[in-house]
């Protein structure tokens, strides 16, 4: 059994109609129509009832054909990690944001990563920091942008930035005449 073969047979669900199915797979209608029959017999199994006018799934078809399409779904799953293997800019970056800081950093973020990496798909979550952790810890989100400090000593961090604050008191209050606070 091949993911060739599993294709067929979903395009066949799918359409069905075998002439449609080979065209969507790009195939002949009789390549399609031997590698299904082939496949029927490795089984041992019929997966299609067929008739002159119609063509529809056995009952053990229609199971044969759901785990055929979560098969290929897989597949591909294991075709868009190994593309990210090659290139981590390929692959969708799912970033966790914490409110205070997301409407002041996120619009120029955004636009740097569509310049830097335009195919990257960009998933943004903006939270909390325990909520931001608890994400990066079961995989939900790649990475973060938060505050320090935060209690977790299983992750690595790198500094982003620097922000300097400013204590705002009124111009008669004792503390105005100071320099710092």
Do not use: W
């Not at 797979?25 to 119609?54: D, G």
């Amino acid at each position: 059994m091949t993911l060739t073969e599993l294709k067929y047979i979903v395009a066949v669900a799918r359409e069905r109609h075998f002439g449609r199915a080979a065209e969507a797979c790009h195939v002949s209608q009789p390549t399609l129509s031997v590698a299904i029959k082939k496949l029927e017999e490795e089984l041992e199994v019929k997966l299609f009832e067929r008739s002159a006018n119609e063509i529809s799934l056995t009952a053990l078809g229609g199971e044969i054909v759901r785990q055929a399409q979560s098969v290929l779904e897989q597949a591909a799953g294991i075709k868009e990690i190994a593309k990210r293997g090659k290139d981590p800019l390929a692959g969708p970056l799912r970033l966790g944001v914490i409110y205070t800081i997301g409407p002041y950093l996120l619009p120029d973020l955004v636009r740097q990563v569509i310049d830097q990496a335009p195919q990257m798909p960009l998933m943004l979550q903006e939270n909390f920091t325990v909520k931001l952790l608890e994400m990066l810890r079961t995989g939900e989100i790649d990475c973060a942008i938060m505050a320090e400090p935060f209690p977790d000593a299983g992750l690595a961090t790198a500094p982003l930035y620097d922000e300097p604050f400013m204590a705002a008191v009124p111009s008669h209050h004792p503390l105005a005449q100071r320099n710092s606070v």
